[in-house]
């Protein structure tokens, strides 16, 4: 892609999206020329003709069958890109299981790009093709995007919050990334690749990459990161992730599942929740628990968050 300016559909979502829009396009630009063209019609066939005096208005009272036509062909319209809008939209919302998982943090003005497995990057994300990829997305200063113009996808990336994205990138290549929020001077120049390497490629990567940097403590996987400061934060005085109940909920099998909450709501335990249950655990109390636990807000910082919350994944 060398022309930053033209982005093909390098995905089957992406070509949905097209779809999407140019059906809108069709929809709006019949009603367009429609409307606009009786416009014209009534116009030039209506206009003033001499002598005046012979030309009254007649008194036109109202049609219910074209009123009733009116509305409801039109709702029916919106009803249905309304509709085809969702199906993309919730399609491109939830990952599939699965995924190849990258996390990507932004500050000003680049992308810090973290693999589960310790290896890291800027601007430069690599994925295998041919499947699916699961961004999980974080901000260190102010918001910042990720923008995949050629997925035809979009997320914020936000200070204090985690935010998840997912494409399905079938064709190798490399695809620009944009911060599309106005995040400072230096906002134009955060750009970033995403490279799609063919299966064999990728894999031959990941081990020259594994062995490059196989002698730093760097190397440490996330999830053995955050194994290290859940013990040693104190985590399992409170929280079993084996046997006997504790104090709080035993934490194996929270990934993914259905929490209920103080107050009879229901949410999932995605990678936001996780977060937010260390930092501010009042915010949603489970169902049947006193709200004691503290903050870890000041004593875990927000890179160590993210790794306790890698390893709760992996307690299936
Ligand atoms: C003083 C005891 C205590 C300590 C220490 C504690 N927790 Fe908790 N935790 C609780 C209680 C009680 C709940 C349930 C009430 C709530 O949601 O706040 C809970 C809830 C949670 C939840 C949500 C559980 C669910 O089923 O939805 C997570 C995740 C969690 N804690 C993680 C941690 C981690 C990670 C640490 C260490 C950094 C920690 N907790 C330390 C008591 C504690
Ligand atoms: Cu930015």
């Known amino acids: 892609m060398d022309n930053i300016l033209a ?7 992406a ?22 063209g009786l416009l014209i019609y009534f116009a030039v066939k209506y206009r003033r003709r001499q002598p005046d005096r012979d030309n009254e208005t007649p008194a036109i009272t109202g049609s219910p069958l074209l009123e009733f036509l009116w ?21 491109q919302r939830i990952p599939v299981a699965g995924a190849t998982e990258v996390h990507v943090n932004a500050r000003q003005w680049l992308y810090e790009v973290k693999y589960p497995d310790g290896r890291t990057a800027i601007n430069e994300i690599r994925v295998p093709a041919g499947k699916s990829v699961k961004f999980i997305l974080s901000a260190s200063d102010v918001l910042h995007g990720f923008y995949l113009p050629d997925f035809r996808v979009k997320m914020d990336m936000i200070p ?16 620009q990334i944009f911060c599309t929020v106005y995040c400072g001077t230096g906002h134009s120049n955060m750009l970033a690749r995403l490279i799609v390497m063919p299966q064999g490629e990728y894999g031959e990567w990941v081990e020259h990459a594994g062995r490059e940097g196989g002698e730093g403590a760097e190397r440490e996987p996330l999830a053995a990161r955050g194994e290290r400061i859940l013990k040693s934060a104190g985590c399992l005085n409170c929280h079993a992730v084996d046997g006997k109940e504790k104090i709080g909920p035993n934490l194996r099998g929270l990934y993914g599942s259905k929490v209920p909450l103080e107050g009879g709501t229901i949410v999932t335990g995605d990678e936001e929740y996780l977060r937010e249950s260390i930092v501010d655990p009042g915010a949603k109390v489970v169902k049947g628990y006193p709200n ?25």
Not at 293 to 307: G, L, N, Q, W, Y
């Open 7 to 13: 982005f093909g559909a390098a995905s089957s979502q």
């Open 15 to 36: 070509g949905r999206v097209d779809a999407l829009f140019v059906m809108i396009a069709v929809i709006g630009g019949f009603f367009f020329f429609l409307t606009q």
């Open 71 to 91: 509305i409801l062909i039109p709702s029916i319209v919106v009803v249905v890109i309304f509709y085809y809008g969702w199906r993309v939209y919730t399609d």
């Open 160 to 175: 204090g919050r985690v935010t998840t994205l997912w494409v399905q990138p079938d064709r190798p290549g490399s695809y």
């Open 292 to 316: 004691v636990m503290p903050t870890f807000k000041a004593s875990i910082p927000p890179e160590d968050v993210k790794a306790v919350v890698e390893y709760l994944k992996t307690l299936k």
